[in-house]
């Protein structure tokens, strides 16, 4: 199974329907979070718990599975913790995180629900709060593989007036890439929310990816592609990262290479470049 490093795509699904649930499971995300709280209303959180049970589609399909609990301060959240055991999901996905304390209360709960807590956290920055504390956050267990940016809850915290290449979220989403880089974890953006415009969703993935993000949440299967697409190397990419580190091998120091200046910081990226057409191209193959 990829690690949440590799995982470009990472599909909400609604717990409260089972089709759209046995659907995720064809989809061409990498990861799939059943999602208890945002896409379900009050009254449907309790069947969204019993249908989640009953995912062996998505089993088999090999993708990661995660699940989006409701916030650690809603009157959800113990309910959700008692559920969970059943379900055996890869991961937690902690929506309004806003402090350390929160993941580690919430561990401390499902060791004491079932004896153990063998679940990836992956918790979501969605409010300043959450930005001011991100790297105690990040720092609150060595069980957190992922920060995630929440960026509609983040704008409207902030009273922050949107434009179509959200210049006024760069700040942002800078410093949750610096933090989650800084601790060696996966750095995921916010969802594009306009369902129908697959150019707007290509052009926001390929500024994640600019931006350092290593992957993007999606709210739609159709998503999906253009996410993937923006965070796969191609093969001419992978091919010139594995021609500067053949040659490499050979050198001393730094060297020029095809014009350009080629140093430890560029045969990094040329490193990162060849690990992630691994994970995807290769392994499809």
């Known amino acids: 199974m990829l690690e949440a490093q590799f995982l470009r795509s990472w599909l909400f699904v609604p717990g409260d329907d ?8 064809a989809s ?12 379900v209303l009050p009254e449907r959180k309790p069947l969204a718990r019993e249908l989640c049970r009953e995912i062996q589609p998505l089993r088999r399909s090999g993708k990661r599975i995660l699940l989006r609990i409701n916030s650690y301060h809603s009157r959800w959240h113990a309910a959700d913790l ?23 209360e919430t561990i401390a709960i499902l060791r004491e629900e079932a004896g153990d807590c063998p679940y990836d956290f992956c918790p979501i920055v969605e409010s300043p709060l959450g930005l001011l504390r991100a790297e105690s956050i990040a720092t609150a267990s060595d069980q957190v593989r992922a920060l995630l940016f929440g960026a509609h809850d983040f704008r409207a915290a902030c009273e922050i007036h949107s434009s179509l290449d959200e210049t006024e979220l ?15 974890l ?20 390929q500024r ?4 350092g993000f290593t992957g993007k949440l999606a709210i739609h299967p159709k998503h999906v592609p253009m996410i993937a697409e923006a965070f796969t190397p191609t093969s001419d ?6 021609e500067i ?3 490499a091998t050979q050198k001393m120091g730094a060297f020029a290479w095809k014009g350009q200046m080629i140093d430890e910081a560029i045969l990094e990226k040329a490193r990162r470049t060849v690990q992630r057409f691994q994970a995807h191209v290769k392994g499809q193959s």
Do not use: N
Request: aromatic fraction near 4%.
């Open 18 to 25: 089972k089709r759209k649930l046995e659907h995720a499971a």
């Open 28 to 39: 061409s995300a990498d990861a799939v979070i059943m999602d208890w709280e945002d896409a």
């Open 82 to 104: 008692k559920a969970v055991p059943a379900i055996r999901p890869d991961g937690l996905v902690l929506p309004k995180c806003e402090s350390a304390e929160e993941v580690q």
């Open 170 to 184: 760069l700040m942002v989403r800078s410093a949750i890439v610096t933090v989650a880089k800084a601790y060696r």
């Open 186 to 205: 996966a750095a995921i953006d916010s969802p594009v929310i306009a369902l129908d415009s697959l150019q707007t969703v290509r052009e926001a993935a």
């Open 208 to 211: 994640s990816f600019r931006l």
């Open 237 to 242: 990419e992978a091919k010139d990262a594995e």
């Open 245 to 247: 580190l053949q040659q």
